[in-house]
């Protein structure tokens, strides 16, 4: 026992991650250039040796193994980087269910920890497409997102998903990743992939970071080891210049571990020196340092899945080791700014930018929720003025419900709700629909929750009905966060005997109120960024009364409207009468007017005629 306790590794890794990698045909297409390969091999290099697995299989016409699952160190990294670029593309079918199903009996390999966590990733350019029968293609996407899904949640495995292309089948790929507390990508452009696995990793595995001042960082004398990850163009080699004005040598040295790409360059420093250092030739804007520090800034984990609208708690505190730093000649030298960006493609949109209130030691803020659906980061700088971290959170904000109608037979139309992650709890939130009349009524109704898991109603549509319909979620998670959400309008109308129509948007009410082109051709469309709205510790503790008496006098004017018009008196009505045909004669004489005037101008020139 002692001699095999000898040769077995002391530490265990943490984390497994798994590549599915779409080997059709179409991928040359997609990925000319094969950036998934150098993505896979970015992947093996932020891994810390030791610390954690990985394994890389191919599917198409069938599933196979590329990388058999292995921990990670520098053998595993010189066979991967062996394989990845020799494989070849050129299935013609796209069996995701049979490689899905493969992975889910493949047994864990590895040196793994009880309890480690489960992060998959799967990049594809096309959909299901296992047969020329659309009914079997149907069905294997089917048992995917219920039977396979189903597995994959109740496993803890997150399934992060890559469309190549916009040809992907998004829903499907979209309805994995919310399921399992994942992100799903569109890659506009094969070089995106290198910074989506960069984030997907990120996520997985987070660490304290340096941030950049243009060009530049600083080193503290807390930092035992820092990890350029750099990207720029092919065939370009960054300048890394010491706090000493040298220019780092980019070999592999003992203080020094290089690995380099076409598109990417790692560069790990062990007992990095203190002060300003450069970097050159990079795209900094996708560039990251990341560091191993006893001096440590951590935040509040967030969800790989926010819901629209539902607030998000952060709490950010500084360490020493494991200790909270709780020195107030410390705490008071601390600046900490939260920046909330929004990530679309090689875009980056800043939606807030905002200073955190200390309270107890820590810094804490309250975002009251996001309105737009979408990737964002969350960046966190700690700014010490003689040292700083940077702390990146990804997450996905999507609505907790997928609001659809349909008809399913007869003269009935109808509407579910259904959750998209099992963070919502179904039991404590409620669900109603709104309908909107012809003539302008609204009324609400419940929407019940049937034994299925999801909201349903049932509607009997009468003939030349045209009728709006939303729903709104009052939602809880299952923490206990309270947030509400309006969906989409829906419609559905009736002509005659036929069956119901349903339909996203307001088309139903298109006959009776249709839209007047505007005639000012200076009025343009405006880009509306998403709103978020950040709530001091002042403002949260305030009186929850005041809040409701405020809500209670900001309800729609609209039934106060109506109220008054059909409230009109007796006299009210008198007065009209008279002001109407007040109206009548003044234009019935100006019309009289009008036409004395003419005729006289007739008679003048007969006159002159007649001269």
């Given at each position: 026992v002692a001699v095999l306790s000898f040769w077995m590794p002391l530490s265990k890794a943490d984390t497994q991650f798994r590549v599915i990698v779409d080997a059709s045909g179409s991928m040359l297409i997609s990925d000319p250039d094969k950036l998934t390969s150098e993505a896979l091999r970015l992947i093996s290099n932020l891994a810390p040796e030791e610390k954690a697995t990985l394994g890389i299989w191919l599917f198409g016409e069938e599933p196979r193994v590329l990388l058999p699952e292995a921990i990670v160190n520098k053998a595993n990294k010189a066979k991967l980087a062996s394989y990845v670029d020799s494989y070849v593309t050129q299935d013609v079918k796209t069996d995701l269910e049979a490689i899905v199903k493969l992975l889910l009996e493949t047994p864990d390999t590895g040196n793994l920890k009880p309890g480690f966590n489960r992060h998959w990733i799967l990049v594809t350019d096309g959909m299901v497409d296992i047969s020329l029968d659309e009914a079997v293609n149907k069905a294997s996407r089917d048992r995917i997102l219920n039977e396979l899904t189903a597995k994959l949640e109740e496993r803890g495995i997150h399934l992060h998903t890559i469309s190549m292309t916009g040809y992907t089948d998004k829903a499907l790929l979209e309805s994995l990743s919310l399921r399992t507390n994942a992100t799903h990508t569109e890659v506009a452009i094969p070089e995106d992939l290198l910074d989506t696995f960069d984030r997907i990793f990120t996520q997985a595995s987070p660490s304290d970071e340096l941030p950049f001042d243009g060009n530049r960082f600083t080193v503290d004398d807390a930092i035992k080891e820092l990890t350029l990850v750099v990207f720029h163009e092919s065939g370009i080699q960054p300048h890394v210049i010491k706090p000493d004005g040298t220019l780092l040598s980019l070999v592999s040295n003992k203080n020094v571990s290089v690995s380099t790409s076409d598109h990417y360059t790692l560069i790990t420093v062990r007992d990095p020196a203190t002060g300003e250092w450069q970097v050159n030739n990079v795209d900094l804007e996708r560039s990251s340092i990341r560091v191993i520090t006893d001096l440590s800034a951590q935040a509040t984990p967030v969800a790989p899945v926010i819901f629209?609208?539902?607030?998000?708690?952060?709490?950010?505190?500084?360490?020493?080791?494991?200790?909270v730093i709780q020195d107030d000649k410390i705490l008071s030298l601390l600046n900490v700014k939260?920046?909330?960006?929004?990530l679309s493609g090689e875009q980056k949109e800043t939606v807030f930018s905002h200073e955190m209130d200390r309270t107890n030691g820590q810094f804490k803020q309250r975002l009251e929720g996001i309105t737009e659906p979408g990737n964002y980061e969350l960046v966190s700088l700690v700014d010490g003025k003689t040292f700083s971290r940077q702390l990146n959170q990804f997450f996905t904000v999507h609505p907790a419900i997928n609001f659809e109608g349909a008809n399913p037979s007869g003269n009935l139309v109808a509407f579910s709700a259904k959750p998209v992650n099992l963070k919502l709890n179904m039991l404590r939130s409620n669900v109603k629909l709104e309908f909107t009349y012809n003539n302008g009524t609204?009324?609400?109704?419940?929407?019940?929750l049937n034994g299925q898991g999801y909201w349903e109603k049932i509607i009997p549509v009468s003939a030349n009905q045209n009728v709006k319909v939303r729903a709104k979620l009052i939602g809880f998670t299952q923490t206990g966060l309270r947030f509400e959400y309006w969906?989409?309008?829906?419609?559905f109308n009736r002509q005659g005997n036929d069956a119901p129509i349903v339909g996203l948007g307001a088309a139903a009410l298109a006959a009776v109120l249709t839209p007047v082109a505007s005639s000012n051709?200076?009025?343009?469309?405006?880009?509306?960024?998403?709103?978020?709205?950040?709530?001091?510790?002042?403002?949260?503790n305030s009186d929850p009364q005041t809040e409701v008496a405020e809500e209670s006098t900001g309800e729609p004017s609209t039934e106060r409207a109506s109220d008054t018009v059909n409230g009109l008196s007796k006299a009210d009505w008198i007065i009209y009468a008279v002001l109407s045909l007040g109206f009548i004669v003044v234009v019935a004489g100006g019309i009289f007017l009008y036409r004395r005037i003419k005729k006289n101008q007739s008679l003048r020139r007969d006159d002159l005629?007649?001269?």
């Open positions: 629209q609208n539902e607030p998000i708690y952060s709490t950010v505190a500084l360490f020493q080791k494991d200790k939260q920046t909330l960006v929004r609204t009324e609400m109704e419940d929407m019940p969906t989409p309008v829906w419609h051709k200076d009025v343009m469309p405006m880009l509306v960024l998403p709103s978020v709205s950040v709530v001091s510790e002042a403002e949260e005629d007649d001269v």
